[in-house]
């Protein structure tokens, strides 16, 4: 059996991967479902992990080994340990940080590594909300790039090209694609809500809710209603049609919508940067 991550053979009996640290898993059958811990703490190939304060202001508590590293996008770090080493780097090069960029991410990915020792070092999303722990097994699934917060140091974390239909639906024009083993760290504004697929089964979710899915799980972004005006007044305008078989990651929270009631709360631009505007013009 080879390693799905560096391509190794492993050795007999062994439970991880002697050249890149995978965990030997077996391939799961497509639709495999999205493997969270229940009780969300568990242990990896160097590290243990543990979610806590669950479900509005989780914190995500990694414990390293020495000389073991975990990757997470850019401001993500809450605390760590004095001898866990911060590393920023454009990952993938400088056209790995524009396809980062563009998708909406920091260009910069962090990697933290206990030197010296063990290490703490704490996670967090930048709004209220959960963190789901995955547990990767040479799985893919896409991610939306602001539910992306720390993964494995061993996960492949590529920026996909979504297509037009993206663009037309104002959810920028890339998503996540991570493959292989290994934990995986979402967030979400608010709590995260679980949908299984049957196969056949079609489901829609309003972009702004997606927080990720099975990549063998096929998907289409369309107008809520038919029409365009009936769509806008509708207060939907785009969502994605989901086919199973699969599992989704819902977010019961959209941080736009947010903004949105917000926004009248705002100094207002015409004002000069003096005075609020409660619903109407200065």
């Known amino acids: 059996m080879t390693c799905s991550n560096c391509g190794a053979e492993f050795v007999q009996e062994s439970q991880f991967c002697t050249r890149c640290g995978a965990r030997r898993v077996a391939s799961p059958p497509p639709g495999g479902g999205i493997n969270i811990d229940a009780d969300s703490q568990g242990t990896g190939f160097g590290y243990s992990f543990k979610v806590e304060h669950q479900p509005a202001f989780a914190l995500a508590v990694i414990q390293l080994e020495a000389e073991r590293s975990i990757c997470a996008e850019a401001g993500a770090m809450v605390s760590m340990s004095a001898n866990v080493e911060l590393i920023s780097q454009m990952k993938g090069g400088l056209f790995g940080a524009l396809k980062r960029a563009v998708g909406g991410e920091s260009a910069f990915v962090s ?35 602001s539910s992306y917060l720390a993964g494995d140091a ?9 297509g037009a239909k993206s663009f037309f639906g104002g959810e920028g024009l890339f998503v996540l694609q991570v493959t292989g083993s290994g934990l995986l760290l979402v967030s979400s504004f608010g ?11 079609r489901y829609v979710v309003d972009t702004g809710h997606l927080v990720a899915w099975e990549g063998s799980t096929q998907y289409t972004l369309r107008k809520a209603a038919a ?10 305008g785009i969502v994605a049609e989901f086919t199973g078989p699969g599992e989704i990651l819902i977010q019961t929270r959209n941080l736009a ?11 207002s631009q015409s004002g000069g940067g003096s005075g609020f505007s409660f619903g109407g013009d200065n």
């Open 257 to 267: 919508a947010l903004a949105g009631m917000l926004k009248p709360f705002f100094p």
């Open 191 to 201: 709590a995260i809500h679980r949908k299984h697929l049957a196969p056949g089964e």
């Open 154 to 162: 061993g996960l492949n974390v590529d920026t996909r090209w979504g």
């Open 227 to 236: 029409g365009f005006f009936r769509s806008f007044v509708s207060g939907e």
């Open 111 to 145: 990697t933290f590594t206990a030197r010296g020792g063990p290490g703490e070092v704490t996670f967090a999303p930048g709004v209220p909300g959960d963190i789901a722990a995955i547990e990767m097994r040479n799985q893919a699934f896409f991610v939306q790039s």
